[in-house]
């Protein structure tokens, strides 16, 4: 994880936790430009084999209040490239109203 720790955003917190990659974002909206960064330091991690042998990543989303239609398309884009590799995308602590989006969009089965 560290020989790719310029590209991990300043408001987000990457460790290993159990058998997941825990991502803590320290941000209260998710918009487009977060999303994309997301993204990018997901792909770098995966691109380094350094989660691999994990089950997953999981993203604890308790400061986020808001997240943008781009960011939730970054969270299916992520969602997929681990779903092809046998892993998971968890999302810990979101907020009712994100909660009642992912419901509303149907995403909340394959979001969990």
Do not use: Y
Not at 82 to 90: H, V
């Amino acid at each position: 994880m560290s020989d790719m720790s310029h590209s991990i955003p300043s408001w987000l917190k990457v460790e290993q936790a159990e058998n997941h990659l825990l991502l803590t974002l320290h941000i209260a909206a998710l918009n487009e430009s977060e999303g994309k960064s997301l993204k990018t330091c997901l792909e770098d991690q995966m691109a380094s084999d350094s989660i691999m042998q994990l089950a997953g990543v999981a993203l604890d989303l308790a400061l986020v209040n808001l997240i943008t239609s781009p960011a939730i398309g970054d969270l299916i884009f992520i969602h997929k490239r681990l779903a092809a590799q046998g892993q998971a995308l968890i999302l810990l602590n979101p907020a009712p109203m994100l909660i009642q989006t992912l419901e509303f969009l149907k995403l909340d089965q394959i979001l969990t």
